[in-house]
Every structure is written in C-alpha cells, then in structure tokens.
Nanobody, 119 residues
Framework: QVQLVESGGDSVQAGGSLRLSCAAS????????MSWFRQAPGKERERVAT????????YYTDSVKGRFTISQDNAQNTLNLQMNSLKPEDTAMYYC????????????WGRGTQVTVSS
C-alpha cells in the first residue's frame, strides 16, 4: 500500500524559511517522479516543483525559482522542499504527489500540510 505523508507546515513571517518533508512508503523511488503541489483557497492547484530519481533537471514554477529547492533522499524514501524567503503568496496547502516516470498522471497523493506566511 502506497502512502505519502507530508510534514513541516507551519505559520511563519514573510522572509522566513520552512522545510517540508514527504515520507513515501510502498513505492520504488527510481520508478517515480515526485512533485510538490500547492493550493490556496479559491485558487487552482499549482505544481511547485518536481524531481525524478532517474535523473534530469528539477522543475520549478517561476514564482519559486531561486527560493525553493526540491530534493530526494532515496535511502530514506523522503522528498523534501526547502522554502526560503517566503512570501504571503506562498500561503497554501502543500501536497506531495507521485507519478510513474513513464506517465504524466499523478496517481499517489498525500493529505497535505499547511503553510501560512504572514506579512
């Protein structure tokens, strides 16, 4: 059974940092690309960053480039998102998701962790 469990969400002031983690179980990391998505109230879900264990460059949405870093610890089956210089517009529920490398569809999702950035 596949499980993705996010942690690390919190309330911080603008300019602060947070590190989100996603503990993955039941999947073989090298078969998957892992992503962080976020969704703010009243807004569409947005893909924030993606990393594929099989290699290649990480993807970041333009609004987080230079501030967020996605990383993966395959030994511990953990996905991380280091978020620096946080802005109020980063406030959202953040979700971890997985798709097979050969597919574009995300088939596994976590329940999310809330990030709130105050000005």
């Amino acid at each position: 059974q596949v499980q993705l469990v996010e942690s690390g969400g919190d309330s911080v002031q603008a300019g602060g940092s947070l590190r989100l983690s996603c503990a993955a179980s039941g999947i073989t990391p090298t078969w998957y690309c892992m992503s962080w998505f976020r969704q703010a109230p009243g807004k569409e879900r947005e893909r924030v960053a993606t990393i594929c264990a099989a290699g290649g460059s990480a993807y970041y949405t333009d609004s987080v480039k230079g501030r967020f870093t996605i990383s993966q610890d395959n030994a511990q089956n953990t996905l991380n998102l280091q978020m620096n210089s946080l802005k109020p517009e980063d406030t959202a529920m953040y979700y971890c998701a997985a798709r097979l490398v050969s597919s574009r569809d995300y088939i596994y999702w976590g329940r999310g962790t809330q990030v709130t950035v105050s000005s």
